[in-house]
């Protein structure tokens, strides 16, 4: 095959770059002779703080990895269609909620919240998702769970619930699920979770898929209309195929538990 045919050497090609006769720069483009030597108060050191290279350098290979995200981590997502059924007119201005049979393309992201990385698709979690919706009066973006309240009335409780219901610090047991020391220690000592656990524990916790689970905004939102007349909503999505669990037992078997079964037979060598 001849050079130039094979598209993984092209594409290669595009990230190469001939420096020849250029000078080393630091990220903003200041001149630099030496990138391996930092600044130090005599020969022996300390190192300067004020060696700003040094600092760039290293911030830069600090931030080198995106970490993963704390929370709804594992996502999967489908492009798909927004079709209006009836005119939302009397309650926003909003284009793509006036024509009924209007179309406005979406993309959606489903997702777990508790899980990293790995983690099974069918655990006792809450399922979030987020719309985008690409109108003609821009992007409209929604979050929302596959339950209508939420664990917390403070967002500044946020952070404390989500160390709870992530696992165990001492051995990262259960990964990706509720029902622990740490999460019933916050629920015990909040009040305001309550209702949410009780949906937690339920079926809806372990939905059989995307498409037969309930979303909601959760929020209360707020629409106002040609004449400026503003009234409170809430976003509610129900699936055509109705709402379907699994049970615990299906749930485990898909998520990859299996049975070992130990034949023992005692006086026998
Ligand atoms: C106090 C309340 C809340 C706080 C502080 C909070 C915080 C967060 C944070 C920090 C993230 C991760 C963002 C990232 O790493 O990119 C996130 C993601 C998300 N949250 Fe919340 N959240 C709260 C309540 C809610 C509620 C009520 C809903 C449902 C309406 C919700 C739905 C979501 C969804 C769907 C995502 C993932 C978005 C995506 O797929 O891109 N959250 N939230």
Same mark, same amino acid.
């Given at each position: ?6 598209? $993984? %050497?092209?594409? /290669?090609?595009?990230?190469?770059? &001939? &420096? ?14 030496? *990138? %391996?030597?930092?600044?130090? #108060? ?5 190192? /300067? ?12 290979? !600090?931030? %080198? ?11 999967? #997502?489908?492009?798909?269609? @927004? ?24 993309? +959606? ?11 099974? !698709? ?7 998702? #987020?719309? $985008? ?42 990964? #990706? ?7 019933? *220690?916050?629920?015990?000592? &909040? ?8 949906? /937690?524990?339920?079926?809806?916790? +372990? ?13 209360? @939102?707020?629409?106002?209309?040609? !004449? ?11 699936? /055509? ?29």
């Amino acid at each position: 095959m001849e050079r130039g045919n094979n598209p $993984k %050497e092209e594409q /290669l090609e595009q990230f190469k770059v &001939n &420096n020849y006769g250029k000078k080393m720069t630091t990220n903003q483009g200041l001149k630099v002779s030496d *990138d %391996e030597n930092s600044l130090k #108060a005599g020969v022996r050191g300390p190192t /300067l703080l004020e060696d700003f290279h040094l600092r760039e350098k290293i911030t830069h290979f !600090d931030h %080198e990895r995106i970490p993963e995200r704390v929370v709804h981590a594992r996502g999967f #997502a489908a492009h798909g269609e @927004f079709e209006l059924l009836r005119s939302m007119k009397e309650f926003t201005r909003a284009k793509f909620l006036q024509d009924v049979g209007s179309k406005t393309p979406i993309f +959606i992201r489903f997702s777990t919240v508790v899980g990293s990385k790995g983690s099974a !698709d069918t655990v006792r979690d809450v399922r979030g998702f #987020a719309i $985008k919706f690409y109108t003609e009066e821009g992007n409209f973006d929604l979050v929302g769970n596959n339950i209508p309240i939420f664990f917390i009335q403070d967002a500044i409780k946020f952070p404390d619930f989500v160390h709870a219901v992530k696992p165990e610090p001492h051995n990262e047991i259960p990964q #990706a699920s509720s029902a622990h020391d740490t999460l019933w *220690d916050f629920v015990a000592n &909040n009040q305001e979770t309550a209702h949410m656990m009780m949906w /937690l524990m339920s079926d809806r916790a +372990i939905p059989r898929s995307f498409r037969m689970m309930q979303g909601f905004g959760v929020h209360t @939102f707020r629409f106002v209309n040609e !004449d400026g007349k503003a009234k409170f909503i809430k976003f509610h999505i129900k699936p /055509l195929l109705g709402v379907h669990s699994l049970v615990w037992d299906e749930a485990q078997k898909i998520a990859g538990k299996i049975r070992i079964s130990i034949d023992v037979t005692f006086g026998k060598t």
